[in-house]
């Protein structure tokens, strides 16, 4: 973190069970994503099993928010790309 804690330029995409992005250590960080666990493929890409969130927030947690966790990336936005169903299995 005295190099850098990222930009906000900077999107990256978490391929998972999808991120919540009403997460308090996630607001404003979550970007529009895809749901290719769903049939048909939706945008909706809401964390149904936590792991993604999980995932997205040790990427881009807020910082100095005394709540969770601070990421690795304070800046860097998260493209959630839910590719897990709520089981973390995937059927295709």
Request: one cysteine or more.
């Amino acid at each position: 973190w005295d190099t850098t804690t990222g930009s906000a330029s900077v999107i990256v995409a978490v391929i998972d069970t999808g991120v919540q992005s009403a997460h308090p250590d996630l607001s404003g960080k979550v970007v529009a994503g895809y749901n290719y666990a769903a049939e048909p493929d939706t945008t909706n890409a809401a964390d149904d099993n936590g792991h993604g969130t999980f995932v997205a927030g040790i990427i881009g947690a807020n910082s100095n928010n005394s709540a969770g966790m601070a990421g690795v990336c304070w800046l860097c936005k998260i493209m959630p790309v839910k590719v897990l169903d709520s089981t973390g299995s995937a059927s295709r």
